[in-house]
């Protein structure tokens, strides 16, 4: 089993940065995040091995960075040049063991 615990998140104009952190109770091999909007599916955001191989999705290239502490078991999401679209709830997630875990969310709403 591997708990998550998500902290930041939050109202912010647009253009505007957030930074959210997710902590793990072990190292699970893959962490990330994905976001769902009202309405909307889950989707991916950034993912990053312990190995420190990184994806984005192509909505959020070149505006978010996402970028982890092994020794911490966190993981981070610089979010900067935010848009009204990027508003959704935001879930941590990791892969231990073929096995997916998430956070509780956070909500990220950016207003224009």
């Known amino acids: 089993q591997v708990q998550l615990v998500e902290s930041g998140g939050g109202f912010v104009q647009a253009g505007g940065s957030l930074r959210l952190s997710c902590t793990a109770s072990?190292?699970?091999?893959?962490m990330g995040w994905h976001r769902q909007a009202p309405g909307k599916q889950r989707e991916l955001v950034a993912i990053?091995?312990?190995?420190?191989?990184?994806d984005y999705a192509n909505s959020v290239k070149g505006r978010f960075t996402v970028s982890r502490d092994n020794a911490k078991n966190t993981v981070y999401l610089q979010m900067n040049s935010l848009k009204p679209e990027d508003t959704a709830v935001y879930y941590c997630?990791?892969?231990?063991?073929?096995?997916?875990?998430w956070g509780q969310g956070t909500q990220v709403t950016v207003s224009s």
């Open positions: 997630y990791a892969v231990e063991s073929g096995r997916n875990y």
């Open positions: 072990r190292t699970p091999f893959t």
């Open positions: 990053i091995t312990s190995g420190k191989s990184i």
